[in-house]
């Protein structure tokens, strides 16, 4: 400040003075002209409590003119309901006035207090002021004058004189306001401006908000808020003209917005052509509206440390989108979206100078009727793996928090974390709003900021707020995402680790390196085999301590590994001639004693725990090649072992190998398994009829009309079947969208069941429950079947699938 600023009275009521004769005119038409700052105090108490609290936070320094307004209410404490008025005197000084309407008191009897009429312009002594006043101040004023003005009072202290030449949009503000809150701050941008400092030359000023600004304030212990309106005036460009006119739509690039950037700042209108030109007067030189942009409703900036990326939203897709394939130089698919490349481009920035500066994208993405753009592929690949994923900023914490404050369409909407959002927001709002430290208990806040456009004036939202904790989607969200040394060659799969008895992951990759992952999503170790892992893994417990290996075949291999990655002998086994099938492990009675069938076209070769040939075993040469790896199930006390055969027999035998259940038809079996369902041998044929055996050889058919594609999998109580676009459980049925989909396979944890389906086309993972009925947050982004399991032993269940061609990801069920 220049100059000292100078105290005003805040006036109260005359105490024991007769009711002046009244008459038409209005506290608010006695205001000056020239006030900077009003604070109409609706409840001086609240007002008090408020701009305490309000002050009470630690950095005093920004818009200084602004609080030490607000600084000599909170030392005042007036008792009566009126007007504060700041008046500009010299430089950058203030004065200040107190309004309040007069009301008849009764007199004291050792009152010092003036009888008959108040003169106008006349001067209380001190000992009055000490007497009658000192009931009504905190601290004490000096000298004071006080004038009548028909029915209220007017006290001051060198105060300008009174002038009824009013400011209509004022006059229209301070009469029209009507609030629950204690008071309603209203500022004069221009006149607010000629008070700044030169160090806040590089700030927004008040005029860059709003011509005219009416304001509450609400404080909390979580929350700081500024609600109200702002006007335009046609003399100054500002935020708010903006979106003179127009009216908001509703709200959507969140959906759009990675969960983890620093901020989101979207403008929305009804109109473009309004907005545009809107857009012209505020910003000399810009071009008129561009045809390419007329269907456009929403534009949004994504910003995260260097990175930033523009989306647009439409209703009309085809002008923009012919646009950029022919300015386009190359393009390629990115998780099942075309990405364009150009060379750098300005487009964006002289359509939306207000929003968009310095911003040459790049690359581009087509998400249906929106468009993502940004200067860094990766930054772009970022935004679409999180929308493939869901883990997009809607979900977050922070966009949750502040949802609960926010009206569901606006003009204007920024969002983010409070200490990353400072220069932002500091390009759009005044310091004095937004700038101030925050207090202890507003740890980490969010900062939020909307404009919602409402005819000739906008209201206005500013809020900082501690955010209400981990929100995220109901039903499912991201855990981790991992990428390998190469693509992904196997499905992720959910292993045991015995030492906490939570989950690991095994996946191998195009180079033939298997890799364990740890629950946290770190490698716990890589190891590269000379073959492909064929099918799934197998755990077994080959030392009956409780330490689990991992046993299963490769294109030419059969090995045993420990936790640590090392083989264990002699389960490092080498074989010629065909590819191996997927290892076959039986543990009849459930006491360890495995049995490990290894089949290689027509040859079976079964081994003990010892890696011993287990000479007993009898079926060591099929008469034609085994389609997949043999399976084991026990209906009652029987054990049964089933072979499917490359034509067409189903073998089903005993523990020697003898045959238990004889077959007689050949089945054109299809890709599926075979299965024990209701105590029959289920499998189908490639015309799609379910074969059902019962353990006496006797063969029922049924013809499902299934595509030879079809998919199935069972338990002893449930059938599932995947048929083009249908998905049967139990019965029950889910029709989904056209695609190509995986087998699907049934999961039972917790003693619920869990069906799910990929489309391999979408790269769409879907989970149904026993209904047919789709979970929650499905479908997610995958690029694989997906394996599930209690990954932290807490009772909740995770997801694992591959993610992109080198990259795996961790689903959270909740």
């Known amino acids: 400040m220049k100059g000292i600023l100078r105290l005003g009275l805040i006036a109260l009521l005359f105490a024991g003075c007769n009711p002046l004769e009244r008459s038409d005119l209005s506290p608010e038409e006695a205001i000056p002209r020239n006030a900077v700052y009003i604070l109409k105090v609706h409840d001086p108490e609240g007002t008090f409590r408020e701009v305490d609290q309000y002050l009470s936070r630690d950095d005093s320094s920004i818009g200084l003119p602004f609080l030490n307004f607000l600084q000599y209410f909170k030392d005042l404490s007036p008792e009566e309901a009126g007007y504060l008025a700041a008046l500009p005197v010299q430089g950058d000084s203030l004065s200040y006035l107190y309004i309040s309407r007069i009301r008849e008191v009764a007199k004291e009897k050792d009152s010092l207090a003036v009888t008959g009429e108040l003169p106008s312009d006349s001067l209380i002594p001190e000992e009055v002021e000490a007497g009658l006043y000192q009931k009504k101040f905190t601290r004490d004023l000096g000298n004071l004058r006080l004038t009548s003005r028909d029915s209220f009072l007017i006290a001051s202290f060198d105060a300008s004189g009174l002038s009824e030449d009013q400011d209509p949009m004022r006059l229209s503000l301070l009469k029209s306001s009507a609030t629950g809150r204690p008071f309603t701050l209203f ?26 600004l009416a304001l509450d304030l609400s404080h909390t212990p979580d929350k700081l808020q500024w609600t109200g309106v702002g006007i335009p005036k046609d ?95 190359d393009r390629y698919d990115y998780q099942g979206k075309e990405v364009g ?20 994208f790049t690359h581009y993405a087509v998400l249906d009727n929106s468009f993502v753009f940004s200067d860094k592929k990766e930054f772009l690949e970022l935004i679409i793996r999180n929308i493939n994923s869901g883990s997009t900023y809607d979900k977050s914490a922070t966009y949750q928090s502040a949802k609960e404050e926010l009206a569901e369409s606006s003009s204007l909407l920024l969002i983010g974390d409070s200490d990353k959002l400072q220069d932002r927001a500091s390009y759009l709002l005044p310091p004095a709003l937004f700038g101030l430290g925050d207090r ?82 770190k490698i716990l170790w890589k190891k590269e085999l000379d073959g492909r892992v064929q099918g799934r893994i197998e755990q077994i417990d080959l030392y009956k301590n409780g330490r689990l290996q991992l046993a299963f075949t490769t294109s030419n291999q059969f090995l045993v590994l420990d936790r640590n990655g090392n083989e264990v002998a002699p389960f490092t086994m080498k074989f010629s001639g065909p590819v191996l099938n997927p290892l076959a492990v039986f543990d009849y009675e459930g006491n360890r004693n495995y049995r490990f069938v290894v089949t290689q076209g027509n040859d079976i070769r079964m081994y003990n725990g010892k890696g011993k040939i287990v000479t007993g075993f009898k079926y060591t040469k099929a008469d034609s090649p085994i389609l997949d790896r043999p399976k084991h199930f026990r209906v ?40 024990i369902y209701n105590d029959k041998f289920i499998v189908t044929d490639k015309t799609g009829t379910l074969f059902s055996v019962d353990t006496r050889g006797r063969t029922t058919k049924t013809r ?26 139990k019965g029950n049925k889910a029709s989904l969208d056209l695609g190509v989909y995986t087998k699907p396979r049934i999961f039972y944890i917790y003693d619920k069941i869990y069906v799910s389906v990929t489309d391999i086309q979408t790269q769409r993972a879907y989970l149904f429950d026993s209904n047919a009925i789709p979970f929650t947050g499905f479908p997610v982004y995958a690029n694989s079947p997906i394996d599930l399991s209690d990954m932290d032993n807490d009772r909740k269940v995770e997801i694992a699938a591959k993610f992109e061609e080198n990259s795996l990801i961790v689903y959270s069920l909740h």
């Open 187 to 212: 500022v004069d941008s221009e006149k607010a401006d000629s008070l700044a400092s030169p160090a806040m030359e590089n700030q927004t000023k008040w005029s860059g908000l709003a011509g005219a």
């Open 440 to 521: 202890a208990e507003l740890r980490d806040p969010l900062l939020a900021f909307q404009v919602v456009a409402d005819r000739s004036f906008c209201h206005l939202n500013i809020f900082q707020k501690k955010k209400t904790g981990g929100v995220r989607r109901q039903g499912v969200s991201p855990r981790f995402t991992l990428q390998l040394d190469a693509p992904l060659a196997t499905v992720p799969q959910f292993v045991a680790d015995h030492r906490n008895n939570k989950k690991e992951i095994v996946v191998q990759d195009t180079k033939n390196n298997l890799y364990l992952i740890s629950s946290e999503g």
């Open 235 to 329: 003399s100054i460009p500002s935020l708010v003209s903006l979106f003179d006119q127009t009216r908001p739509v509703l709200n959507t690039l969140a959906s759009l917005t990675p969960e983890g950037v620093d901020g989101l700042l979207t403008f929305s209108f009804a109109d473009h052509n309004v907005f545009s030109e809107n857009q012209r007067k505020a910003f000399p030189g810009t071009r008129a509206s561009d045809s390419l942009f007329q269907t456009t409703e929403e534009v949004g900036l994504v910003f995260q440390e260097n990175n930033r990326a523009v989306l647009l939203n439409t209703f009309g897709a085809l002008s923009l989108t012919e646009f950029l394939q022919d300015a386009r130089q």
């Open 704 to 729: 499902f009309n299934l595509a030879a594609d079809h998919g199935m999998d069972a338990t002893v109580k449930t059938l599932s079947l995947m048929n083009d676009n249908e998905l049967t459980i």
């Open 636 to 675: 009652g006390t029987r054990d049964y072992l089933v072979f499917r055969l490359e034509d067409g027999s189903l073998k089903i035998l005993n523990r020697v190998g003898d045959t238990r259940v004889a077959v007689k038809e050949k089945i054109e079996f299809s890709d599926n398994d075979v299965y």
């Open 341 to 360: 490349v150009l060379t750098p481009h300005s487009l964006l920035e002289e359509a939306f100078p207000s929003l968009v500066r310095d911003f040459r």
